[in-house]
């Protein structure tokens, strides 16, 4: 079940290298679920700021503390540009981009068209196999 | 379509009150089992 | 702010905990299995199984860790369709209700979900259901395992492997000792465990969040876990259920349940048992939902729900956590060690090594069979780093949604057509496993049970219009009345 789909990221994280300068862990390029883990390396507490826009107009803190990844949902389609430092510092460390695309609603309804009609037809086949003999 | 925060509310409160509702049923079924002699 | 460096609970307060749970149940199998004589009465209860604890039986084992960890994980990931779409998963119990019935009805001194193929569709079948079984047994079961070791490890410190051994331990010995009896006995005061505790920290978060709040501050930073239109979710959705409903169908989990339940409870007991199960995901996942108006960080997102409690409950809700999880871990554990160990003695050990044991050996073979499916989980879940493949078999389970959902109309078709070709329903799980493997590496994991199960449909319907091999149904009880040879 979903358990363990959820838990792969913690069952299998691996001691952090040391690294003077915060720096993302392998972020995602992209995401059409509107959410992933971004996780990164640091030896101390960090801020995680995330903006829409290169010039990072409309940035937002995310994240400010002694934790080594956050997890990101629910984000509408765009791209999403997120930058780290140590709480110290004055310049950011590191930067990542990540382009949220959802899947198209023709393609989702597809999918939920199929399942409609497997489970639908489950449904009839338990109703019409009644004990009948 | 964004759920509104009323229908939201509405979902999670009957939910809830379902939940926790269930243990009393159950004990009341166990209960009427075990007078039943029907427990196992 | 909370994270996981720090857990969130003392560790002397969780080791007493841990031993306090342990020495109840370890009792209460003890003292449920006391009278226990023959494999009938291990195995499955005596047969007689009344409606209360039916209905709690099949409840506590459809609330695994999965429904106090996953739900609120859903929730945050998937939004208001992620925790509507998991309460689904109710829909697998309610389904199983009338094939319950059926199953009583045509095999009353039936034993496992193999027996019933074997019988039904000839020994080819059969081998190809018990590997597909098997597979999603012992996956189900390392991951579990595992699954309690992180947890007890997040929640409060205690290492991995010591956690991961106490609560699989625990669970070997009183199933060992009370048979389902005892599993069943357990499964009752687990399940009001799980969802007063539930209910008791969905109630507090209403009332210190507030929906306002939790509505505004998800808007503002996660909107689209509030649209109704949100697509990842759509496609979730009927894959979600289907994957539940295989799991359902074709486990012996449930097949022995059914066999143990008393005459005229399986359909009513799996019927209530889905109804009370359906608002629990919502129940336990929507609390995700308040992180943002919290403003917790998640650093793993299947930690949401201790996190979201511990900061509405602090230690109280800690504490409530714990329990709840112990519980969840454990009613699930210890069904899937009793039905696994039923499904290897009856298909693998009388199958076969030893086709005329006895109902004595029988009885034996299913304890040994328990503790050494207990070390074997054992092995996996603390090797799993070192061993590749073994660390591997956690992943293995995101494939197991091809291999249960392709099962679902073998068994569906075996029960009510009475024309269901044999060698149709052989290719239809060998087809619909493969290309609902070929389709989770070619769309992702939320096709993989949707495409196993239609796969299997149009193998299953098609053979059978094209095939028919009619089959007297009389035959399911028949040869199954000596065989069975329980009765001391």
């Not at chain 1, 959410?35 to 700021?49: N, R, S, Y």
């Not at chain 1, 949220?100 to 019409?128: C, D, K, P, Q, Y």
């Not at chain 3, 909107?223 to 012996?252: D, K, R, T, Y």
């Not at chain 3, 048992?273 to 129940?283: A, C, H, K, Q, S």
Request: hydrophobic share 55%.
């Amino acid at each position: 079940m979903q358990i363990f789909r959820a838990l792969l990221p913690l069952l299998f994280c691996l001691p952090l290298a040391a690294g003077a300068q915060p720096a993302f862990d392998m972020p995602p390029e992209r995401s059409t679920a509107g959410g992933f883990t971004l996780a990164w390396e640091a030896e101390e507490p960090v801020v995680l700021e995330q903006a829409t826009g290169p010039d990072h107009g409309d940035t937002r803190i995310l994240y400010q503390g002694g934790d080594t990844s956050t997890v990101i949902s629910g984000l509408p389609d765009g791209e999403y540009r997120f930058r780290l430092r140590a709480v110290d510092a004055d310049t950011w460390a590191d930067e990542a981009t990540v382009v949220v695309e959802h899947h198209s609603l023709a393609r989702a309804f597809g999918f939920f068209a199929v399942g409609a009609v497997v489970f639908l037809g489950l449904i009839g086949a338990i109703l019409r196999g009644r004990p009948r003999d | 379509m964004t759920i509104s925060a009323a229908a939201l509310a509405t979902i999670v409160v009957i939910a809830t009150l379902v939940a926790s509702l269930t243990p009393i049923l159950l004990i009341a079924l166990f209960i009427r089992d075990w007078k039943k002699g029907c427990l196992w | 702010m909370t994270s996981l460096g720090a857990p969130i609970l003392p560790t002397s307060i969780a080791w007493g905990l841990l031993a306090a749970f342990s020495i109840l149940w370890v009792a209460l199998g003890w003292w449920l299995g006391r009278h226990n004589r023959t494999a009938e009465d291990h195995m499955l209860a005596g047969r007689n199984v009344g409606l209360a604890l039916a209905t709690a039986t099949a409840m506590a084992t459809w609330v695994t860790a999965n429904t106090t960890m996953t739900a609120p994980q859903l929730a945050l990931q998937l939004g208001v369709w992620g925790m509507l779409g998991y309460s689904l998963g109710a829909l697998g119990l309610i389904l199983f209700a009338p094939l319950a019935r059926r199953i009583r009805e045509l095999m009353p001194e039936g034993f496992t979900s193999g027996d019933f193929i074997r019988l039904r569709y000839g020994k080819f079948t059969w081998r190809v259901f018990l590997v597909v079984s098997l597979i999603y047994a012992f996956g189900w079961l390392v991951s579990m395992a595992m699954a309690g070791g992180v947890l007890i490890n997040a929640l409060a410190g205690i290492d991995y492997r010591v956690g991961m051994t106490v609560i699989l331990t625990v669970c070997v010995i009183y199933t060992l000792l009370g048979g389902l009896r005892a599993v069943i006995g357990t499964d009752f005061i687990q399940t009001i465990i799980i969802i007063a505790g539930a209910a008791f920290i969905a109630w507090l978060t209403i009332d210190k969040v507030g929906f306002e709040a939790i509505h505004f501050n998800l808007l503002d930073e996660r909107p689209e876990l509030l649209n109704l239109l949100f697509p990842a979710a759509i496609m979730f959705l009927f894959n979600n259920l289907l994957f539940g409903v295989g799991e359902i169908f074709h486990s012996n989990v449930w097949w022995s349940r059914a066999f143990a339940f008393g005459r005229n409870v399986g359909f009513r007991a799996y019927l209530l048992g889905g109804l009370l199960w359906l608002p629990i995901p919502i129940v336990a996942g929507f609390i995700a939902l308040a992180t943002p108006a919290l403003g917790i960080n998640v650093p793993a997102a299947d930690m949401v729900g201790p996190l979201v409690a511990a900061e509405v409950l602090g230690l109280t809700g800690a504490i409530v956590v714990f329990i709840v999880v112990f519980a969840a871990l454990a009613s699930s554990l210890d069904s899937l060690l009793a039905a696994t160990s039923d499904l290897v003695t009856r298909d693998i050990y009388r199958g076969h090594i030893r086709p005329r044991a006895s109902a004595q050996n029988q009885f034996h073979a299913t304890k040994v069979i328990v503790v050494l499916l207990g070390l074997l989980t054992w092995l996996a879940a603390s090797y799993r780093g070192e061993i590749p493949i073994v660390g591997s078999l956690a992943e293995l389970l995101y494939f197991t949604g091809a291999f249960v959902a392709s099962a679902i109309w073998p068994i569906v078709a075996g029960l009510y057509w009475r024309r269901a070709n044999p060698a149709g329903a052989a290719l239809s799980m060998i087809l619909g496993s493969t290309l609902g493997l070929i389709s989770y590496f070619a769309i992702g994991f939320y096709v993989a049970a949707l495409v196993g199960a239609a796969v299997s449909l149009v193998v299953m319907a098609g053979s059978t219009w094209l095939w028919p091999r009619p089959f007297d149904w009389g035959r399911l009880a028949r040869d199954e009345a000596p065989a069975g040879g329980s009765r001391a």
